[in-house]
């Protein structure tokens, strides 16, 4: 189960000249699941995307996603991986098809006209928005867009940065029904977010980080998945520390 | 392909590229017709140069008639010399605007006439004239600057960028997509008039050819100094701010304190003076005896001496040998003056290799023939000719024959490279 994870990460130290960010962080997530990453300002969960996303070179510890070590083949890491950043900034003078099917195009994608339409039904993004300049879109209807991309090409691996901040609570219900959705195709999805409600909606698993390593690993159990005041408790010990 | 075809749609939805390719399309264009138009002039004049002379002989043979003395007809005939355009001149003026292309010389005293001629024009001398060499070298960096300044700056600012270089092909391979297609653009901008005007020009193909790499090359340093300044990750502003100063030293400021410090290290005099040195030696030979004056000649010419005698009164062949040796009396200001401007020349050129700035322009001048070696060429062509017409004439003089109305027609005349 674990060396076929879609995204392995063993004892991965990552410093940015004498500022250790990640200081043996192991971390796992096997496909059909969903796993929040939370932690204070400065734990290091952004560099953890990064170094997925080959970015950022790990200075020792493994680091695969679908097999590939980002940091010697980016691209090949980047072809299994779907990003969407925590604001998913696009091109406002093109159209939301436009947008889509340009970051397609850098994905090695040229999907049918009709395989896209399914992707923003899919996506929840109204038929009418489909030929408008995104330049009106709210950051819920931006996010679609991405998503839709993200359906379309089928990676094995998303990885999503802050997904849900800035989005009022109704558009954040549709956004997990889409993660939830991306899930059951098999996809394994990283989340980093400081929405501990909505990952608990969300993710099988929640973990904490502090310091740079998993502090605390939570797997969804029973009908209420995870307890919230003891999620909360959690939380507001990693951030204290992270203020430290 | 579908890529490039999805960058092209993104680059003609930007103003700010369309508008900077299409106004360096438009300097480019009217630099060519500039040009066109100069070498379509000098052209012009060159041409009604045959017409012209024949008039001017008529009207001196009619003097010269009567008294059938050579030396009246060396004096009063000018003889047209000329230095056509070269095909691809109308690309680099270079030195065609500020040294004569044609002069009529007679078969006097050489020196001063061809120094009288030197003019110097401050307006002109440092940037040059308007042409297709001064759009590439000057302004053409400035619109890479405008199209590259904030190509990756620009969707940092956006909050594109790691959207971008999440995508498998959205990192490198981008950037140089990107790259490549503005270098496309400017290139084209250029090439195009360029090109239109080569055609129109009919210049040949090796020196055409050679002129589209040159640009491409100019280009590609201008895009790499761009791509550089982008590695520091400053922001839109600070990019061209920085590449607006690096300009502003490569094109003005290190060419101008490199023209001081080669005319500091290598002082050459003013061609002018040496016309003023030798207009004195001229005008000195009246007043010292006549035979010391041909004894100096005789001394350098001793085919000419004892043929016949000088007479008491003038004689035309005393005239021009006083004439002939003020120009013997310059020479060693002459080939100072040369080989002061042929050391000026080498310092620029090898000053070019290091500042592509200049050596970009004496690529393009060196091309177009129109460069100090092209003007000193001409001059050496003049100087062949000018002998020419001086053994013509003495023939005349020193064997006291008459020059009848058919001599004018035997006269040498000029000839390009000759």
Same mark, same amino acid.
């Given at each position: 189960?674990?060396?076929?994870?879609?995204?392995?990460?063993?004892?991965?130290?990552?410093?940015?000249?004498?500022?250790?960010?990640?200081?043996?962080?192991?971390?796992?997530?096997?496909?059909?699941?969903?796993? +929040?990453?939370?932690?204070?300002?400065?734990?290091?969960?952004?560099?953890?995307?990064?170094?997925?996303?080959?970015?950022?070179?790990?200075?020792?510890?493994?680091?695969?996603?679908?097999?590939?070590?980002?940091?010697?083949?980016?691209?090949?890491?980047?072809?299994?991986?779907?990003?969407?950043?925590?604001?998913?900034?696009?091109?406002?003078?093109?159209?939301?098809?436009?947008?889509?099917?340009?970051?397609?195009?850098?994905?090695?994608?040229?999907?049918?006209?009709?395989?896209?339409?399914?992707?923003?039904?899919?996506?929840?993004?109204?038929?009418?928005?489909?030929?408008?300049?995104?330049?009106?879109?709210?950051?819920?209807?931006?996010?679609?867009?991405?998503?839709?991309? +993200?359906?379309?090409?089928?990676?094995?691996?998303?990885?999503?940065?802050?997904?849900?901040?800035?989005?009022?609570?109704?558009?954040?219900?549709?956004?997990?029904?889409?993660?939830?959705?991306?899930?059951?195709?098999?996809?394994?999805?990283?989340?980093?977010? @400081?929405?501990?409600?909505?990952?608990?909606?969300?993710?099988?698993?929640?973990?904490?980080?502090?310091?740079?390593?998993?502090?605390?690993?939570?797997?969804?159990?029973?009908?209420?998945?995870?307890?919230?005041?003891?999620?909360?408790?959690?939380?507001?010990?990693?951030?204290?520390?992270? +203020?430290? | 392909?579908?890529?490039?075809?999805?960058?092209?749609?993104?680059?003609?939805?930007?103003?700010?590229?369309?508008?900077?390719?299409?106004?360096?399309?438009?300097?480019?264009?009217?630099?060519?017709?500039?040009?066109?138009?100069?070498?379509?002039?000098?052209?012009?004049?060159?041409?009604?140069?045959?017409?012209?002379?024949?008039?001017?002989?008529?009207?001196?043979?009619?003097?010269?008639?009567?008294?059938?003395?050579?030396?009246?007809?060396?004096?009063?005939?000018?003889?047209?010399?000329?230095?056509?355009?070269?095909?691809?001149?109308?690309?680099?003026?270079?030195?065609?605007?500020?040294?004569?292309?044609?002069?009529?010389?007679?078969?006097?005293?050489?020196?001063?006439?061809?120094?009288?001629?030197?003019?110097?024009?401050?307006?002109?001398?440092?940037?040059?004239?308007?042409?297709? +060499?001064?759009?590439?070298?000057?302004?053409?960096?400035?619109?890479?600057?405008?199209?590259?300044?904030?190509?990756?700056?620009?969707?940092?600012?956006?909050?594109?960028?790691?959207?971008?270089?999440?995508?498998?092909?959205?990192?490198?391979?981008?950037?140089?997509?990107?790259?490549?297609?503005?270098?496309?653009?400017?290139?084209?901008?250029?090439?195009?008039?360029? =090109?239109?005007?080569?055609?129109?020009?009919?210049?040949?193909?090796?020196?055409?050819?050679?002129?589209?790499?040159?640009?491409?090359?100019?280009?590609?340093?201008?895009?790499?100094?761009?791509?550089?300044?982008?590695?520091?990750?400053?922001?839109?502003?600070?990019?061209?701010?920085?590449?607006?100063?690096?300009?502003?030293?490569?094109?003005?400021?290190?060419?101008?304190?490199?023209?001081?410090?080669?005319?500091?290290?290598?002082?050459?005099?003013?061609?002018?003076?040496?016309?003023?040195?030798?207009?004195?030696?001229?005008?000195?030979?009246?007043?010292?005896?006549?035979?010391?004056?041909?004894?100096?000649?005789?001394?350098? @010419?001793?085919?000419?001496?004892?043929?016949?005698?000088?007479?008491?009164?003038?004689?035309?062949?005393?005239?021009?040998?006083?004439?002939?040796?003020?120009?013997?009396?310059?020479?060693?200001?002459?080939?100072?003056?040369?080989?002061?401007?042929?050391?000026?020349?080498?310092?620029?050129?090898?000053?070019?290799?290091?500042?592509?700035?200049?050596?970009?322009?004496?690529? =393009?001048?060196?091309?177009?023939?129109?460069? =100090?070696?092209?003007?000193?060429?001409?001059?050496?062509?003049?100087?062949?000719?000018?002998?020419?017409?001086?053994?013509?004439?003495?023939?005349?003089?020193?064997?006291?024959?008459?020059?009848?109305?058919?001599?004018?027609?035997?006269?040498?005349?000029?000839?390009?490279?000759?």
């Amino acid at each position: 189960m674990t060396e076929t994870a879609p995204i392995r990460i063993e004892d991965l130290v990552v410093d940015y000249g004498a500022d250790a960010v990640l200081t043996g962080l192991s971390l796992c997530v096997p496909a059909g699941s969903i796993t +929040a990453l939370l932690g204070g300002n400065g734990a290091g969960k952004s560099t953890t995307l990064a170094t997925l996303l080959g970015f950022v070179r790990a200075r020792s510890g493994t680091v695969r996603v679908d097999g590939i070590d980002p940091g010697a083949d980016p691209d090949g890491a980047r072809r299994r991986i779907a990003y969407l950043p925590e604001n998913v900034a696009l091109y406002e003078h093109l159209s939301a098809s436009e947008n889509a099917e340009y970051l397609l195009a850098l994905s090695g994608e040229t999907p049918a006209r009709e395989a896209l339409c399914e992707a923003f039904r899919a996506a929840g993004l109204q038929e009418a928005a489909w030929s408008q300049r995104l330049a009106g879109f709210s950051k819920g209807m931006r996010q679609k867009v991405a998503i839709a991309v +993200a359906l379309l090409r089928r990676t094995p691996v998303l990885l999503l940065d802050e997904p849900t901040s800035g989005l009022d609570p109704r558009a954040t219900a549709d956004f997990n029904a889409l993660v939830s959705a991306v899930r059951d195709r098999g996809a394994a999805i990283l989340m980093v977010t @400081h929405d501990l409600l909505s990952a608990a909606n969300v993710a099988d698993r929640i973990c904490f980080l502090d310091a740079g390593r998993i502090v605390e690993d939570l797997e969804a159990e029973g009908p209420d998945r995870f307890d919230i005041r003891a999620l909360h408790r959690r939380f507001a010990v990693t951030e204290r520390a992270a +203020a430290a | 392909m579908s890529l490039w075809i999805y960058e092209v749609g993104l680059i003609l939805r930007s103003p700010v590229a369309l508008i900077a390719t299409l106004l360096l399309a438009i300097f480019a264009g009217a630099a060519v017709l500039a040009g066109l138009h100069e070498v379509s002039r000098q052209q012009a004049a060159i041409a009604a140069i045959p017409a012209a002379q024949a008039e001017d002989n008529a009207a001196v043979a009619v003097r010269v008639a009567e008294s059938q003395d050579a030396g009246s007809a060396a004096y009063y005939s000018f003889h047209p010399t000329w230095n056509a355009p070269s095909t691809l001149a109308f690309a680099a003026l270079g030195m065609r605007d500020v040294s004569p292309h044609m002069l009529r010389i007679r078969a006097l005293g050489l020196e001063a006439q061809i120094y009288d001629g030197e003019t110097f024009n401050p307006e002109l001398a440092l940037p040059g004239r308007f042409d297709f +060499a001064f759009v590439l070298v000057f302004l053409a960096p400035l619109f890479v600057i405008a199209l590259f300044h904030d190509l990756t700056s620009g969707e940092r600012e956006a909050g594109r960028l790691r959207t971008l270089e999440a995508l498998p092909h959205g990192g490198r391979a981008l950037w140089l997509r990107r790259s490549g297609l503005r270098f496309i653009m400017l290139w084209t901008a250029l090439g195009v008039p360029f =090109l239109l005007g080569a055609l129109v020009s009919r210049a040949p193909l090796a020196g055409t050819a050679a002129f589209v790499v040159i640009v491409a090359a100019y280009l590609l340093f201008w895009i790499a100094v761009a791509l550089l300044v982008s590695r520091l990750r400053w922001s839109s502003v600070a990019n061209a701010a920085a590449l607006a100063a690096i300009w502003l030293v490569l094109a003005l400021v290190l060419p101008t304190l490199a023209n001081v410090v080669i005319n500091r290290a290598l002082p050459v005099e003013q061609g002018s003076e040496i016309a003023l040195a030798q207009r004195e030696a001229v005008n000195g030979a009246w007043d010292i005896p006549r035979e010391d004056t041909m004894r100096r000649f005789y001394a350098n @010419h001793p085919e000419w001496d004892g043929i016949a005698p000088l007479p008491e009164t003038f004689h035309y062949k005393w005239y021009l040998a006083f004439h002939q040796v003020g120009d013997e009396s310059v020479a060693d200001q002459v080939q100072a003056y040369r080989t002061g401007l042929e050391r000026r020349d080498a310092a620029a050129r090898t000053l070019g290799v290091l500042l592509p700035t200049v050596g970009v322009q004496a690529v =393009l001048t060196r091309l177009a023939r129109t460069d =100090l070696q092209a003007q000193l060429a001409y001059q050496n062509d003049i100087r062949a000719y000018h002998q020419r017409l001086r053994a013509f004439y003495y023939s005349y003089l020193f064997h006291d024959r008459p020059f009848a109305a058919a001599d004018f027609g035997r006269a040498p005349t000029f000839v390009e490279g000759g």
